[in-house]
């Protein structure tokens, strides 16, 4: 799928999160679903980093391009290193390590330790990157053809607000974990959500995606998972932009206003 069918995937995991955690007890408030929400809705975007054109590999100028060319060299290794007997020879590294549930859970143990030992600048960081990521995903060509210099002006003043929201009592430092030092750890949850969110929806087009790697299926280490061949569609198609993102739009705002309704 494309930056914004990821985008709005991702908010609308995070928002029905929002719906269940409500029900078990522990409603969000409306800055942790509105935070939750917008960092979900970027690390929908974050497994393509291992593509150079992909939307965050142009979102943070050379830095991100930089990142890209590294994660997709990285990538590639890994695959040409660990690939079953059955598996092909590739020659880059899309859809291979970033797109597997390991990486997302990695990736949000990461944030989650990074928002616990790191203070108040760390959570700054991850709001800011997400945020910047949230507004290109959804916008996408509108976000290109804007000034990125005023995309980061504007996602670092809307972090730095959200981050202090974030930090006031009963406004999501202790929504989930109470311990001292531990209250931001939560932030790693819409992390990994959001690339997990990012590897079902490729699951759904033609090339399928290896989720579940390094688990074996079939003589494949890197199997493809996905639907049957009829239910799989391109990236980009009339499925995706006429089907599927209008779907993502009205659950997310949907069950956002379930999940808001008991914050």
């Known amino acids: 799928m494309l930056g914004p069918a990821h985008a709005l995937s991702g908010a609308a995991a995070w928002a029905g999160f929002g719906a269940l955690a409500a029900a078990g007890g522990h409603a969000m408030p409306w ?3 509105v935070g939750g929400a917008i960092i979900c809705a970027g690390a929908a975007l974050a497994p393509d980093l291992d593509h150079p054109a992909a939307t965050i590999s142009r979102s943070f100028g050379p830095l991100s391009a930089w990142l890209s060319k590294a994660i997709g060299i990285l990538s590639h290794a890994v695959y040409s290193s660990t690939r079953g007997p059955e598996d092909p020879a590739r020659t880059g590294g899309h859809r291979t390590l970033t797109h597997t549930a390991l990486f997302a859970v990695t990736l949000g143990f990461l944030v989650s330790h990074a928002a616990s030992f790191g203070g108040r600048w760390a959570v700054f960081g991850v709001l800011f990157v997400h ?3 949230g507004v290109e995903g959804l916008l996408w060509k509108a976000a290109r053809s804007s000034s990125r210099v005023l995309v980061w002006l504007l996602g670092a003043a809307a972090a730095w607000l959200l981050a202090d929201l974030l930090h006031r009592p009963g406004l ?3 929504w989930l974990f109470t311990a001292p030092g531990q209250e931001l750890m939560w932030l790693g ?3 990994a959500l959001g690339a997990v969110v990012h590897c079902l929806g490729d ?3 033609i090339s399928g995606c290896p989720v579940l790697w390094p688990l074996p299926i079939r003589g494949r280490l890197w ?3 996905g639907p049957p061949g009829p239910m799989r569609f391109a990236a980009g198609s009339w499925v995706e932009q006429r089907v599927l993102m209008p779907v993502f739009a009205v659950l997310a705002l949907a069950l956002g206003g379930v999940a808001y309704a008991f914050s």
């Open 189 to 191: 949850l819409p992390v």
């Open 223 to 225: 199997f493809p998972l």
């Open 31 to 33: 800055p942790v679903l």
């Open 131 to 133: 945020l910047v990521l």
């Open 172 to 174: 999501g430092g202790d």
């Open 203 to 205: 699951a759904l087009t």
